[in-house]
C-alpha cells in the first residue's frame, strides 16, 4: 500500500474531545450532534489513510481551469462526477497531485469533519502540507481542525445558542433544509442530552479492529453484536481470554498490534 498520507492514524479519545469542547466553549452533547451529523463518523479508511473527498470543480477553480479539457474527470468547472468511495478517492487525488500537488491538496476534503484543504489557513494552520500532515495523525487533530474552521466562522455561537438553522446554514450552505440537517442536528443534540454518550474505548477498538482487517460494524462507539464478534475473534486468535465486556486493557493489545503494522 501507498505509504504516503499514512502516519499513526489514532482514534479519537478523551484528550481530545476536552480539547474541542473547551476551544468552541460547547457541551459535549452539542459537538457529538455535529459529530453525528456533519461527519462520516469515522475518520480514517480500514487501511490507516485519512478519509478523503476529491472535488474537481474545486481543483479546476484552483488551477484557473488550466486541465479542464484534458483532465476533464479530476478538473472540471461542475461539481460532482466523484466515483467510487473510499480509497478510490485517492486514485482521483495522485492524478491531481502529478499535476499541481498543492492545488490537490487543497481541493480535498480531508478527516471526520471533512475539512477542506482551501480551508486550511482559517482552521489555523499554516498551509495546506501543514493541515494534512496533521489529518494523518489523528482524529483528535482532525476535529480540532474543524473546530478551528467552526470558530473562525462564527459558528460555534450558532451551536451554543442551539440555532441548528443559522449552524446549518453556515456548515452546509444555504440549501441545507434540502437534507434536514438543522432537524437532524436537533434531534441528535437531544438524543446525546437525554442518552448515553459514545464510548470512546469502545469506539477506538472498533477502529483498531478495522485497521487490523476484522468487521466490527460501525464506529459509533456502541458495542453491538459485529463489535463484539469482531473483538472475540481477535481474542481468541491471540489466544486471550473472551469476555462480555469491551475495556482499556483490550485496547492497548489492539494498539499495539496496529503499532506492528507499521514495523
Same mark, same amino acid.
Given at each position: 500500500?501507498?505509504?504516503?498520507?499514512?502516519?499513526?492514524?489514532?482514534?479519537?479519545? @478523551?484528550?481530545?474531545?476536552?480539547?474541542?469542547?473547551?476551544?468552541? @466553549?460547547?457541551?459535549?452533547?452539542?459537538?457529538?450532534?455535529?459529530?453525528?451529523?456533519?461527519?462520516?463518523?469515522?475518520?480514517?479508511?480500514?487501511?490507516?489513510?485519512?478519509?478523503?473527498?476529491?472535488?474537481?470543480?474545486?481543483?479546476?477553480?484552483?488551477?484557473?481551469?488550466?486541465?479542464?479539457?484534458?483532465?476533464?474527470?479530476?478538473?472540471?468547472?461542475?461539481?460532482?462526477?466523484?466515483?467510487?468511495?473510499?480509497?478510490?478517492?485517492?486514485?482521483?487525488?495522485?492524478?491531481?497531485?502529478?499535476?499541481?500537488?498543492?492545488?490537490?491538496?487543497?481541493?480535498?476534503?480531508?478527516?471526520?469533519?471533512?475539512?477542506?484543504?482551501?480551508?486550511?489557513?482559517?482552521?489555523?494552520?499554516?498551509?495546506?502540507? %501543514?493541515?494534512?500532515?496533521?489529518?494523518?495523525?489523528?482524529?483528535?487533530?482532525?476535529?480540532?481542525?474543524?473546530?478551528?474552521?467552526?470558530?473562525?466562522?462564527?459558528?460555534?455561537?450558532?451551536?451554543?445558542?442551539?440555532?441548528?438553522?443559522?449552524?446549518?446554514?453556515?456548515?452546509?450552505?444555504?440549501?441545507?433544509?434540502?437534507?434536514?440537517?438543522? &432537524?437532524?442536528?436537533?434531534?441528535?443534540?437531544?438524543?446525546?442530552?437525554?442518552?448515553?454518550?459514545?464510548?470512546?474505548?469502545?469506539?477506538?477498538?472498533?477502529?483498531?479492529?478495522?485497521?487490523?482487517?476484522?468487521?466490527?460494524?460501525?464506529?459509533?462507539?456502541?458495542?453491538?453484536?459485529? &463489535?463484539?464478534?469482531?473483538?472475540? %475473534?481477535?481474542?481468541?486468535? @491471540?489466544?486471550?481470554?473472551?469476555?462480555?465486556?469491551?475495556?482499556?486493557?483490550?485496547?492497548?493489545?489492539?494498539? @499495539?498490534?496496529?503499532?506492528?503494522?507499521?514495523?
Amino acid at each position: 500500500m501507498p505509504e504516503q498520507f499514512r502516519d499513526k492514524a489514532l482514534p479519537l479519545n @478523551q484528550e481530545g474531545v476536552a480539547e474541542v469542547v473547551d476551544r468552541m @466553549q460547547v457541551t459535549v452533547a452539542e459537538l457529538w450532534a455535529v459529530l453525528n451529523v456533519e461527519t462520516r463518523g469515522c475518520g480514517f479508511l480500514a487501511d490507516r489513510r485519512p478519509m478523503i473527498l476529491f472535488e474537481r470543480h474545486i481543483f479546476s477553480r484552483e488551477t484557473d481551469h488550466q486541465f479542464d479539457i484534458s483532465y476533464p474527470d479530476i478538473s472540471n468547472r461542475k461539481s460532482g462526477g466523484y466515483g467510487a468511495g473510499g480509497g478510490a478517492q485517492y486514485e482521483r487525488l495522485y492524478r491531481a497531485l502529478a499535476l499541481d500537488r498543492k492545488a490537490a491538496l487543497r481541493s480535498t476534503s480531508w478527516g471526520i469533519g471533512q475539512l477542506m484543504g482551501f480551508n486550511a489557513e482559517i482552521s489555523g494552520y499554516a498551509g495546506v502540507e %501543514e493541515m494534512v500532515t496533521a489529518m494523518t495523525i489523528s482524529e483528535n487533530h482532525q476535529l480540532l481542525g474543524m473546530a478551528g474552521e467552526i470558530t473562525s466562522n462564527r459558528l460555534d455561537r450558532a451551536l451554543r445558542a442551539h440555532d441548528w438553522a443559522a449552524f446549518a446554514r453556515g456548515y452546509n450552505g444555504p440549501e441545507y433544509a434540502k437534507n434536514s440537517y438543522d &432537524t437532524r442536528l436537533a434531534a441528535a443534540y437531544q438524543k446525546y442530552t437525554l442518552g448515553p454518550l459514545p464510548d470512546l474505548v469502545v469506539r477506538a477498538v472498533q477502529i483498531y479492529l478495522m485497521y487490523l482487517g476484522y468487521h466490527p460494524g460501525s464506529v459509533d462507539g456502541v458495542s453491538g453484536r459485529f &463489535t463484539r464478534s469482531a473483538l472475540n %475473534e481477535f481474542l481468541e486468535q @491471540q489466544g486471550l481470554p473472551v469476555t462480555a465486556e469491551i475495556n482499556e486493557d483490550q485496547l492497548a493489545i489492539l494498539q @499495539q498490534e496496529v503499532e506492528k503494522l507499521s514495523d
